[in-house]
Nanobody
Framework: QVQLVESGGGLVQAGGSLRLSCAAS????????MGWFRQAPGKEREFVAA????????YYADSVKGRFTVSRENAKNTLLLQMNSLKPEDTAVYYC??????????????WGQGTQVTVSS
């Protein structure tokens, strides 16, 4: 069982930056396909970014492409999300997710508790 804890959220002005971290409770982070999701009030949870187990390949939602960068440091059991040029529409609770892969697609296994990101205009 893996516990995931997000941190780094906060209140920033539009155009600012934040760096989110997701710390895993065990030294097995490399076993999982990792991703970030977010959910704004009244909205469905949506995909933000993901990274393969070895960190070679990354994926981004079109809405954040070019502004956000996902990375992982498996030796430190940490997943990161660097968020630049933040917009008010980025306001949401951001969740870290660990997934296995079945038939070529990720299957969600664990979720963090979420960290709030608020971008003011």
């Amino acid at each position: 069982q893996v516990q995931l804890v997000e941190s780094g959220g906060g209140l920033v002005q539009a155009g600012g930056s934040l760096r989110l971290s997701c710390a895993a409770s065990e030294r097995t982070l490399s076993s999982y396909f990792m991703g970030w999701f977010r959910q704004a009030p009244g909205k469905e949870r949506e995909f933000v970014a993901a990274i393969t187990r070895n960190g070679v390949t990354t994926y981004y939602a079109d809405s954040v492409k070019g502004r956000f960068t996902v990375s992982r440091e498996n030796a430190k059991n940490t997943l990161l999300l660097q968020m630049n040029s933040l917009k008010p529409e980025d306001t949401a609770v951001y969740y870290c997710n660990a997934a296995g892969v079945r038939v070529g697609r990720p299957i969600s296994l664990y979720w963090g508790q979420g960290t709030q990101v608020t971008v003011s205009s």
